[in-house]
């Protein structure tokens, strides 16, 4: 089977092709450095997102948010269930820890709200 896959690590942005076979990567190519590599490794055994989204603070004002790690893809769901779940105390200020260990990163603010 081949994938192919555009690396995103970097501007100039790679035609990358993934041979596979059994879930088992065989080969990487159309990558012009180590990175894409190892991205399209990532991307195809263990994809992650960073999430960002806002959150409700109190009194009702929304605050934006973002994970402060990439999680694996599949729990980006569960995450925006947690963050939705969430309220935050005022004032929140930019790099604020609105929750701690969702899926192994944190979500801080990259808002304010007073
Ligand atoms: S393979 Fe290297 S040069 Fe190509 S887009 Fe990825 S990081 Fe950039």
Do not use: A
């Given at each position: 089977m081949t994938r192919e896959l555009t690396c995103i690590?970097?501007?100039?942005?790679c035609a990358l092709k993934i041979e596979l076979e059994d879930g088992k990567i065989l080969s990487v190519s159309?990558?012009?450095?180590p990175r894409g590599e190892q991205y399209a490794k990532d991307e195809c055994c263990n994809p992650q997102r960073t999430v960002t989204s806002t959150v409700r603070c109190e009194a009702g004002r929304m605050v934006s948010v973002k994970t402060d790690r990439p999680i694996p893809k599949d729990k980006m769901f569960d995450c925006m269930e947690r963050i939705n779940a969430a309220t935050a105390k005022l004032p929140v200020h930019i790099g604020?820890?609105?929750?701690?260990?969702v899926f192994g990163s944190r979500v801080v603010a990259t808002g304010n709200a007073e």
């Open positions: 690590i970097c501007p100039r942005g159309g990558n012009s450095c604020d820890v609105i929750l701690e260990d």
